[in-house]
């Protein structure tokens, strides 16, 4: 199963930016056959969908954050990344990566990520001050 480690959150006022990262390990396919997707959990509330990228490169992104965050991935280091700018204290969370299996589940989606044989990351903490 694959493994993620995301790392570069922080805190930051409002209007400011963080680009979060997500290392992949122990990766049984080419990194290109995975979905891949950011989440994101306020203590007490559900875990929200925040963007996802297919294998394709296509993009999808929650209402919350177009035109606001970029989702993109660098297959040479088997990472993926989050751009967050315009920051607001609502995006304040935890953050995390998750990755489907190339088995499925599939199409890529924010409802079906991880899936079963999927992965999440430990979390990475974005607190956003007003």
């Known amino acids: 199963q694959v493994q993620l480690a995301e790392t570069g959150g922080g805190s930051v006022q409002a209007g400011g930016s963080l680009k979060l990262s997500c290392a992949a390990s122990r990766i049984s396919y080419t990194y290109s056959a995975y979905c891949m997707g950011w989440f994101r959990q306020v203590p007490g509330q559900e875990r929200e969908g925040v963007a996802v990228?297919?294998?394709?490169?296509?993009?999808v992104y929650a209402d919350s954050v177009k035109g606001r965050f970029t989702i993109s991935k660098d297959l040479a280091l088997n990472s993926l990344y989050l751009e967050m700018n315009s920051l607001k204290p609502e995006d304040t969370a935890m953050y995390y990566c998750a990755a489907n299996s190339p088995d499925g589940p599939w199409p890529c989606s924010m409802t079906l990520l991880p899936g079963k044989v999927g992965a999440w990351g430990q979390g990475t903490q974005v607190t956003v001050s007003s």
């Open positions: 990228i297919d294998t394709d490169g296509r993009t």
